[in-house]
């Protein structure tokens, strides 16, 4: 992974890999009838070693994840980088 550009005035930095993601992207969609709801997005450093059969296999994961899986994930072990908000879960 590597950032791409230098960065803009609020100091975001577009990320590119050519690496398959471990999990695909799931955007936010709530079921009705779920009122506003606020996201938070951390960032967990990836060890350089792991891939992503690995990774599956270390945490248990299914090859494809559903959104129960998602919510139960425990980050605990990882390292994290980056947070929008405070963490302390």
Do not use: C
């Amino acid at each position: 992974m590597s950032a791409e550009g230098d960065g803009d005035s609020d100091t975001w930095t577009q990320l590119v890999t050519d690496v398959a993601s471990i999990v695909a992207y799931t955007p936010p969609n709530l079921p009705p009838p779920s009122v506003s709801h606020r996201y938070v997005f951390v960032l967990w450093r990836q060890p350089a070693v792991l891939d992503a059969t690995r990774i599956h296999k270390a945490l248990g994961l299914a090859e494809t994840m559903g959104r129960w899986a998602r919510i139960r994930w425990d980050g605990h072990n990882f390292e994290i980088v980056r947070s929008n908000t405070p963490y302390w879960a």
